[in-house]
């Protein structure tokens, strides 16, 4: 007969604006940390380079909308036209196995974790500055100008309704990745070990 883990998985939330550098530390955080990284469906069109970054499950619209209609989202968010969703039970059946499950994911899916889900650990990744921001959206090199300039001022409202919306247990600023991480380590950590 199985036994049951002493205690439950964690349920980690890294989000952030376009361009702030989640992708990155989120794969950075799965090698460090033995961490489920949570894949996400999406409408959204395949591009360039996905492969070389997160992996994403791409479905119709109406298969979506299916999926949503049977209750098989933790969390869903229209952005920029697309919809992405966390798939439900793979990550629970994580988490009771005692596993952490890592959710990337935007600030309205967060706040429905947060609501959901109160023993999540939210984290608000932030750029140093909007100057640094704008110049990592232009370095990304995916979109003209105008959506350049569109993800910016988005960004900026993200941020301002992350701060507000006093769902988020920690903000971490990513001036380099690496510094971002550790501190990120350090805090599941503390998480784990009943410190918050």
Same mark, same amino acid.
């Given at each position: 007969?199985?036994?049951? &883990?002493?205690?439950?998985?964690?349920?980690?939330?890294?989000?952030? &604006?376009?361009?702030?550098?989640?992708?990155?530390?989120?794969?950075?955080?799965?090698?460090?940390?033995?961490?489920?990284?949570? $894949?996400?469906?999406?409408?959204?069109?395949?591009?360039p380079?996905?492969?070389?970054?997160?992996?994403?499950?791409?479905?119709?619209?109406d298969?979506?909308?299916?999926?949503?209609?049977?209750?098989?989202?933790?969390?869903? !968010?229209?952005v920029?036209? !697309?919809?992405?969703?966390?798939?439900?039970?793979?990550?629970?059946?994580?988490?009771?196995?005692?596993?952490? $499950?890592?959710?990337?994911?935007?600030?309205?899916?967060?706040?429905?974790? !947060?609501?959901?889900?109160?023993?999540?650990?939210?984290?608000?990744?932030? &750029?140093?500055?909007? &100057?640094?921001?704008?110049?990592?959206?232009?370095?990304?090199?995916?979109?003209?100008?105008?959506?350049?300039?569109?993800?910016?001022?988005?960004?900026?409202?993200?941020?301002?309704?992350?701060?507000?919306?006093?769902?988020?247990?920690?903000?971490?600023?990513?001036?380099?990745v690496?510094?971002? $991480?550790?501190?990120?380590?350090?805090?599941?950590?503390?998480?784990?070990?009943?410190g918050?």
């Amino acid at each position: 007969m199985p036994t049951t &883990p002493p205690h439950p998985g964690l349920l980690i939330v890294l989000c952030g &604006p376009s361009g702030v550098g989640k992708s990155t530390i989120s794969r950075r955080l799965a090698e460090r940390h033995d961490v489920l990284y949570a $894949v996400s469906v999406t409408t959204r069109e395949k591009r360039p380079g996905d492969e070389d970054a997160k992996t994403y499950e791409y479905v119709t619209r109406d298969e979506f909308f299916r999926r949503l209609d049977n209750d098989e989202f933790l969390e869903y !968010a229209q952005v920029y036209g !697309a919809y992405y969703g966390t798939p439900k039970h793979p990550a629970l059946s994580h988490l009771a196995a005692g596993k952490d $499950v890592l959710l990337e994911i935007d600030v309205q899916g967060a706040l429905q974790v !947060a609501f959901q889900y109160p023993n999540a650990l939210l984290i608000f990744i932030l &750029p140093p500055d909007a &100057p640094t921001l704008l110049q990592r959206l232009r370095d990304r090199g995916r979109d003209n100008d105008e959506e350049v300039l569109k993800r910016f001022r988005a960004a900026k409202r993200e941020i301002h309704m992350a701060k507000g919306a006093h769902a988020f247990d920690f903000f971490v600023i990513n001036d380099t990745v690496d510094r971002a $991480v550790e501190e990120i380590v350090k805090i599941v950590k503390h998480k784990r070990s009943g410190g918050i």
